[in-house]
């Protein structure tokens, strides 16, 4: 006798939903290949299922991933094995940068003679993988291809009126509170946080309009702000006493704390993943945070973590630095076993410069060109090439084969409606990219230089 499952899985945003029908023989991870093909997805990320309900935490991972104390491989549980029964739920995320989150509901189990295919049996709503940077903008106007001209547009020759210009926008209300509660909450927070809250209390509109929401999620956290994003605003209740901000004692060095928080987030980001006292001896090489003690360093990389500006894990005896998400980083320390013999790369003088002020991808040549050519040769909206090119780096870092990588783009290109010619060439940039792009799998250095090392040694045997 064998099981069959019927599963309702509903993606918890939009409320798309696939029925599908399953043996129960077939694992959690030929349960995600299912759920991948019903909704259109491709397969190039990790996933996971919890049958908590709780995103990342304890449950079974892909096959791919680095497994923590109590988590388990998707390919090495049954649906049998799990002792569902009707109306169970478990939580489905998948890729852990878009983070999709999927509820699947058990609507039946049934005792059958044979074994059942894999089917979809019902179908409700639709879900894009890689949607348009506009998509849900009802006011988009279509990228136009006088872009160029358009830089050089007159003021003198428009006629503007205030009703012209919305008021929306950050608002900003200042709450009194006493000195020593601001003082000791501003202490636990990392500097970067404190700029933040700094902006807000000084009332300084210019810089607060360029935050973004998120950047106040540390401060509102630790009880200095309450945000609300309204209708017809995006209101800011900010904590301030009686002293300026930037008089209380752990402001004085804001700076110079600042621009060692942003060191060690470009070098951890440039590597994806590195351990700790890998990343102290750098911050001495490198002249990272000079002014301040081998501990005073520890405590900052501490409050990074705690606020969650950057993560870390314990293995091994080692501490690891990441800027990704936990399972992600796991998964690329993992990939790394399959490329011994890699040390962390050298920067040239002028990519270190910018990736310890903190540039990202910009501090890579390659990435500008890539820029270039969608933006200025094919008319690309600047933030939608931007999109495109994260989305890239985050496969290269990953350690996807190149035919992985292009497979990966090509849904991207033609839901932004490329032709034909356009596609080819844009192929031919993103090999390029991923020929130079450093990927955190081979430490921060490029697959270039590891196919060049392996054409190498390939040579030496012969």
Not at 142 to 164: G, I, N
Not at 237 to 255: F, H, I
Not at 355 to 376: D, H, N, Q, R, Y
Not at 405 to 410: E, Q, Y
Request: negative net charge; charged residues 35%; hydrophobic residues 35%.
């Amino acid at each position: 006798m064998y099981k069959k499952y019927t599963l309702e899985v509903t993606e918890q945003k939009s409320g798309a939903s696939r029925t599908i029908e399953m043996d129960g023989g077939n694992t959690l991870d030929d349960l995600s290949n299912a759920i991948l093909n019903a909704v259109n997805f491709d397969k190039s990320h990790l996933y996971m299922f919890s049958l908590s309900k709780k995103p990342y935490g304890e449950g079974y991972y892909h096959p791919m991933a680095d497994l923590d104390d109590g988590d388990k491989s998707a390919a090495d549980a049954s649906l049998n094995s799990l002792g569902l029964r009707t109306r169970k739920k478990l939580l489905y995320v998948y890729d852990f940068g878009d983070d999709w989150h999927f509820d699947v509901t058990v609507k039946k189990v049934e005792t059958v003679d044979a074994p059942c295919k894999t089917a979809v049996i019902a179908s409700q709503g639709e879900l894009t993988q890689y949607p348009e940077w506009d998509e849900e903008d009802p006011d988009w106007d279509e990228y136009e291809d006088e872009f160029l001209e358009d830089l050089d547009w007159d003021e003198s020759e428009e006629d503007f009126s205030e009703d012209d210009f919305s008021d929306e926008g950050v608002k900003v209300r200042l709450v009194p509170e006493k000195d020593d509660t601001i003082q000791k909450k501003l202490e636990k927070l990392p500097a970067i946080c404190r700029r933040q809250w700094q902006i807000l209390a000084e009332e300084n509109m210019e810089e607060a309009e360029e935050m973004e929401p998120l950047a106040y999620s540390a401060v509102e956290k630790c009880g200095l702000v309450v945000a609300k994003d309204q209708k017809n605003g995006f209101f800011v209740d900010v904590k301030r006493g009686e002293m300026e901000p930037q008089e209380y004692p752990c402001m004085k060095e804001l700076n110079n704390q600042i621009a060692m928080e942003r060191s060690f987030q470009g070098l951890v980001s440039a590597y994806g993943v590195i351990e700790r006292e890998t990343l102290l001896a750098m911050a001495e090489q490198y002249g990272i945070g000079s002014r301040f003690s081998r501990e005073e360093k520890e405590m900052c990389l501490n409050r990074l973590e705690e606020w969650e500006q950057m993560y870390s894990w314990k293995k091994d005896g080692q501490k690891y630095e990441t800027t990704f998400l936990l399972p992600l980083a796991k998964g690329i320390q993992k990939k790394r076993e399959e490329y011994p013999g890699w040390s962390y790369a050298e920067w040239d003088e002028e990519s270190l410069r910018l990736i310890l002020s903190g540039e990202g991808l910009g501090a890579f040549p390659i990435c500008e060109t890539f820029m270039k050519e969608l933006v200025f040769r094919w008319g690309w909206d600047p933030e939608v090439a931007e999109q495109l090119l994260h989305m890239a780096s985050v496969e290269i870092t990953m350690g996807s084969s190149e035919k992985d990588f292009l497979k990966a783009m090509d849904p991207c290109m033609r839901e932004y409606g490329c032709t034909s010619q356009e596609m080819k060439s844009i192929r031919g940039s993103l090999k390029e990219l991923y020929q130079k792009l450093p990927s955190a799998v081979l430490r921060g250095h490029c697959w270039g230089e590891y196919e060049r090392k392996a054409k190498g040694q390939m040579e030496l045997f012969e």
